[in-house]
């Protein structure tokens, strides 16, 4: 508990969810298409469903990022990635790269990204200072990928970083694992959704009375 009141404890609190759409998530998305085993996003759904009650619950922002590739955004150093140099996810204004499972709300904040980190060439640290926001709660997809890196450079613009390990999901245990270790270690602190639900209930409950 003394790690998450360090990160936690008076500290303007955001929730911040990546990549969550069809492309990333939804069995017939580009991920899922190219032979990549999706079905941990299905795992952590609920959990993430549940951390979205309790942050409107709690007013807490929630902060969407979501993907948008297109010929302006796709360096050639950005494609390389590509075995055939084409770049099929998340495609501007395609069914791939709408939200799978999750609505925004009216009060809900939208950055579009067009790299792993949720803060490069985006308006992330801008809502993020206007917001005052210091700790970020960090769920979404891949673990691995756009939620490390998004959490590592917030880290390193001193936000702190949360990152919710059954709320989160990658293609493999593995990347998973890894980067719950490597969060833990160096950048912040990793706990579940049980945990991080039931502390934002009690403080929110503490403030209210």
Known sequence: MDKMKIHLEGKNTALIVVDVQNDYCHPDGAISKSGIDVSSVKQMMPHLHSLLEASRGSSIPIIFLQTNHEDATDSEVWLSRFPDGVNPICRTGSWGANFYE?????????????????????????????????????????TNLCV??????????????????????????????????????????????????????????????
């Open 102 to 142: 999750v609505t925004p709300q009216a009060n809900d904040i939208i950055v579009k990204k067009h790299r792993y980190s949720g803060f490069v060439h985006t308006r992330l640290e801008s809502v993020l200072q206007t917001l005052k926001i210091e700790t970020l709660i960090m769920t979404g997809v891949s």
């Open 148 to 209: 490390e890196s998004t959490a590592r450079e917030g880290f390193m613009l001193d936000y702190h970083i949360v990152l919710i390990q059954d709320a989160c999901a990658a293609f493999s245990q593995a990347e998973h694992d890894m980067t719950l270790k490597t969060v833990d270690t160096y950048f912040g602190m990793v706990t579940d959704t049980a945990g991080i639900v039931s502390y934002i209930e009690t403080s929110h409950q503490t403030a209210v009375n």
